[in-house]
């Protein structure tokens, strides 16, 4: 019986006990580690973005508000049918900004 390349792709290598590439190189262990801590990562990124500015976070959502209103006001005063897609692309986005901030409170 056939194989499919899927079925082919996905068989283990006897010997070093890894999956098989599309190409059969071997050297992608999806279980193993990564070859970096956390603290590695930590580390790397510079002191000054892990302060905390409350009034620069609530210029954020004043901001993203802002454009909201503007959005619809925009739409209101424009009601073209070529307005409504771009309109509903753009305040998809805004709503998924005022989503994340409220989820991740």
Not at 50 to 68: F, G, Q
């Amino acid at each position: 019986m056939k194989e499919s390349c899927l079925e082919r792709s996905n068989k283990k290598d006897a010997s070093n006990d890894t999956v098989d590439g599309i190409d059969g190189e071997g050297d992608f262990d999806p279980s193993a580690p990564p070859p970096f801590k956390i603290a590695e990562i930590r580390a790397a990124i510079p002191k000054h973005c892990w302060v905390k500015n409350p009034w620069r976070s609530l210029s954020y959502v004043l901001r993203d508000v802002t454009v909201i209103v503007a959005l619809a006001a925009a739409a209101l005063r424009l009601d073209s049918w070529v307005f409504w897609p771009l309109y509903w692309a753009a305040q998809g986005t805004m709503f998924w900004a005022i989503f994340v901030l409220g989820h991740d409170w």
